[in-house]
Structure formats: C-alpha cells, structure tokens
C-alpha cells in the first residue's frame, strides 16, 4: 500500500486518477474534509485527514503501508524539514521505499526551491531506504491559469522572456508515469527526469494556441515589477514572491530544457506535445 501526500492538489489528483486507471488501492492525505469530498469521485481510496507538517498524522497512518510518495506544496519553505521528518518516521515503520515528487534540474542553486529540492534528494541518498525521484519540467497545464486571457483577448502573458524555452510535460503524462513508477520494483534508488517532447520558447506555445483555437494569439512579457505588483496585490507572501522572482530570472537567461527519453521509456510510448494537450483540453476540458 502506498501513502500519497499532496492528494487533493495539481499533482496528487493527476497521479490518484491514474492510479485508479490502472485499479491500484492508495492511502491518501488530504487537511480537510472539503479537499477529501473532492477527490472521493476519482476513486476508491482511503482518504485520511491531516497535516503535513504534524508528525502524529504519519503515525497513525503508515501501519500495512510500504511505500510513502511525498509531494510537497509548491513553494514550501520546509519543505526540506518536512521530508526529513517523514524519512525518520518511514525509517521507524520500515517503509521499503521513498518516492520523492522532486523537479527537473534542481541543482540549480539560482532558485531557492529547486536548490531545496536538491538537498531533500541528497537526505535521501544516506537514509537507508530505497527511493525513486521524479524530477519533471513545468506542467503544460500551468497555461491554463491564463486560459480566460488566451481565449477572450488573444493575450498569452509569461513573466519571463518570450523567447524563453521549457520542456513543458503534459501533468497526465507525469501522473501515468508516477502510477508506473508505483506499481514496479524496476526504479529503485533511480532519478528521473520526466520532460516533455519539445523544447518551446513562449512565443512558439502562442503560434500552437492561435492554430489550435484559430485565432491569433501572441505571447506577451511581463515585467518582473508588474508581476510583483500583481502578486503583492493579490496577497502572496514575500517570500513566494521573491522565490518566483528569482525562478524567472533564471528562465529569462536559461529557460528550463530536459529530455523527454525517460519519460518514453517509463510510458513505452511517446510523451504528449503540446498541441495533443491542447486538442484534449478543448474536447474534453480541464481534466
Ligand atoms: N506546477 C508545476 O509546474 C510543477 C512542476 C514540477 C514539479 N512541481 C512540484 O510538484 C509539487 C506539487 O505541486 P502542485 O502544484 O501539485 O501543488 P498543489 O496543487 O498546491 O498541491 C499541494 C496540496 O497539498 C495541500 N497542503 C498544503 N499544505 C498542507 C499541509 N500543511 N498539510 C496537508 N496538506 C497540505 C494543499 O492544500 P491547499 O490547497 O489547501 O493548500 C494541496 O492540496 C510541488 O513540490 C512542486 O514544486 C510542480
């Protein structure tokens, strides 16, 4: 049996509706009854109430579990603290193996969150249980934050350069591959980086949202200042914001480009491109 922090967000739901794709039983956190109703129609699992950063949540919990899946909140300031809290509590339980919801590239000391990622990996290499880290790229789905901007006025808008390109992956992929992941003894104490097909430059996402929806639709920067206004306005803490910040600087330079190889491997098919994700998001909606 698998434990799943996270359960009720982005991520978490993309990996439970794969799970249950596939007939797998999970045991799942959530921190209210509200988050617990809503993920109750994507299948059957053991739902339990809790906080992350409460230790007594693990421990009435991880008795018949033998893997623990951590995903933390984005941005989380401990989240290096909270993982360790829970390899020293999975030691006690002797969970055979820790799989880890990491990023792609997190070495990269430049943003503070994927440099944090990076030290909750390293905890893992000496902790004595076997692990698994997925490591993927920004989420295709992220774009539909600003789906009502795209659609209605043709403003597709980044707060990084336009010409800026990232390996976005389809969530769904990332989900089916965790699912994979899951259910299989090959991946332990292995690093995978989980990128999608191409490397697009923000400009190029707009080109395949104006064929895809037939109408022009250009890709517009935002300034950093302008950003931060906005983030301040709508009440972010700093210290997400300063986080983001510096995130975007990084892709202004460098974008954030991987290899899609192990993802085909792990799904013995080829990831989603983008203009697949979109055709699904228009016939199907919003998963
Ligand atoms: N977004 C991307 O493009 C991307 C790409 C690669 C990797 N990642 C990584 O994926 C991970 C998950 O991201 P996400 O976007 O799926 O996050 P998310 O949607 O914010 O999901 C996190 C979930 O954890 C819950 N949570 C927060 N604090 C909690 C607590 N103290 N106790 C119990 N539950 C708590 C949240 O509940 P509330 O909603 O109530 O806060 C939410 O349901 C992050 O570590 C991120 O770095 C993301």
Redesign the pocket.
């Known amino acids: 049996m698998i434990f799943l922090?996270?359960?009720?967000?982005?991520?978490?739901?993309?990996i439970l509706r794969a799970l249950s794709a596939s007939g797998m039983r999970a045991k799942v956190?959530?921190?209210?009854s509200k988050?617990a109703d809503s993920i109750r129609s994507i299948g059957d699992f053991e739902i339990v109430l809790?906080?992350?950063?409460?230790p007594s949540?693990y421990e009435s919990n991880l008795i018949n579990v033998d893997q623990i899946y951590y995903?933390?909140?984005?941005?989380?300031p401990d989240?290096l603290e909270?993982g360790k809290t829970l390899i020293k509590i999975a030691r006690q339980f002797n969970i055979q193996r820790f799989i880890y919801?990491?990023?792609?590239h997190p070495q990269v000391e430049a943003m503070p969150?994927h440099w944090q990622?990076m030290r909750m990996e390293e905890t893992l290499f000496t902790c004595g249980i076997n692990f698994t880290i997925l490591?993927?790229?920004?989420?295709m789905?992220?774009v539909l934050a600003g789906w009502k901007k795209i659609t209605e006025e043709g403003k597709y808008i980044v707060p990084y350069s336009v010409s800026s390109r990232l390996s976005?992956?389809d969530?769904n992929d990332?989900g089916e591959a965790a699912a994979r992941i899951i259910s299989s003894r090959d991946f332990a104490n292995a690093i995978l980086e989980l990128a999608g097909p191409e490397a697009l430059s923000q400009s190029e996402v707009a080109a395949e949202l104006s064929t895809v929806l037939g109408r022009s639709v250009e890709a517009i920067e935002l300034s950093h200042a302008e950003w931060k206004h906005n983030a301040q306005q709508s009440g972010m803490d700093a210290r997400q914001i300063e986080v983001l910040i510096n995130m975007f600087e990084y892709y202004d330079q460098y974008g954030l480009v991987g290899n899609p190889w192990v993802l085909e491997h792990i799904l013995n098919r080829k990831p989603t491109t983008f203009k697949q994700f979109l055709a699904r998001i228009l016939n199907f909606g919003e998963e």
């Open positions: 922090t996270g359960a009720a967000g982005k991520t978490g739901r993309s956190l959530v921190r209210s988050q809790g906080d992350l950063r409460d949540t995903i933390c909140p984005n941005i989380a989240e909270i919801h990491s990023v792609l969150h990622k490591q993927p790229c920004a989420y789905q992220n976005i992956v969530l990332v």
